[in-house]
């Protein structure tokens, strides 16, 4: 059974960093697009971060660009998000989640193969 378990959501104040750990397991990482979505209450689950298992190329969505880093360890088959300077407005469960693919392009909220349970980041004014 595939797995996507993710680690290092937590409570922290306005402008500090977190690090999300997304470790898969039970499937070729490398055939893989793989990242971040994010969900805060009353709104939709939107796309924040993703990184080809192919040619390590990155999204971004733009509320985050310049503030958060995705990065893929191939040999651990784990991909990280890199998250400083994050603001109140960042709160949300973070959910990992896969697509099998090379191309940035195959990313969809309802297209997805695989998801994580999500993680909690809660960002304090």
């Known amino acids: 059974e595939v797995q996507l378990v993710e680690s290092g959501g937590g409570l922290v104040q306005d402008g500090g960093s977190l690090r999300l750990s997304c470790a898969a397991s039970r499937f070729t990482f490398d055939d893989y697009v793989i990242g971040w979505f994010r969900q805060s209450p009353g709104k939709e689950r939107e796309g924040v971060s993703f990184?080809?298992?192919?040619?390590?190329?990155?999204y971004y969505t733009d509320s985050v660009k310049g503030r958060f880093i995705i990065s893929r360890d191939h040999e651990k088959t784990t991909v990280h998000l890199q998250m400083n300077n994050l603001k109140p407005e960042d709160t949300a469960l973070y959910y990992c989640?896969?697509?099998?693919?090379?191309?940035?392009?195959?990313?969809?909220?309802?297209?997805?193969?695989?998801w994580g349970k999500g993680i909690l980041v809660t960002v304090s004014a």
């Open positions: 989640a896969a697509v099998r693919g090379r191309d940035l392009g195959l990313v969809r909220t309802d297209g997805m193969d695989y």
């Open positions: 990184i080809s298992g192919s040619d390590d190329s990155t």
